[in-house]
């Protein structure tokens, strides 16, 4: 993905929108006192509230898009099993 969009010039405002803090409060990846800060400033401001309810809707999506993990018979073919002793097909007692 091409997450580059662009920024306006910061330090002019004394309060910033959330802009990348938006996405990593989403990922949980903020520390307790940023976390903290951006809460506050999404109960305060409309836009960036609507912007984390999308980036939250967004995130399901991608989770339910994932695939599934390889099964284990999958992974052992994988790490190669004892020659002679069963095959590809062999069927599970
Ligand atoms: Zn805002």
């Known amino acids: 993905m091409s997450g ?3 920024k306006s010039s910061e330090g002019r405002l ?3 929108h959330l802009g990348d803090r938006l996405s990593a409060l989403v990922d949980g990846e903020l ?4 976390r903290e800060r951006v ?8 836009k960036c509230k609507t912007e984390v309810d999308a980036q939250r809707r967004l995130k ?3 989770a339910e898009a994932a695939p599934p993990p390889p099964s284990e018979s999958f992974l052992a073919r994988l790490q190669g ?3 002679g002793e069963t095959s590809a097909t062999a069927a599970p007692r």
């Not at 520390?31 to 940023?34: F, K, S």
Request: glycine share 4%.
């Open 4 to 6: 580059s969009q662009p």
């Open 14 to 16: 004394a309060e910033q």
């Open 31 to 34: 520390g307790h006192d940023a």
């Open 39 to 46: 809460l506050a400033h999404v109960a305060t401001c409309a």
């Open 60 to 62: 399901n999506v991608f």
């Open 81 to 83: 099993l004892p020659a």
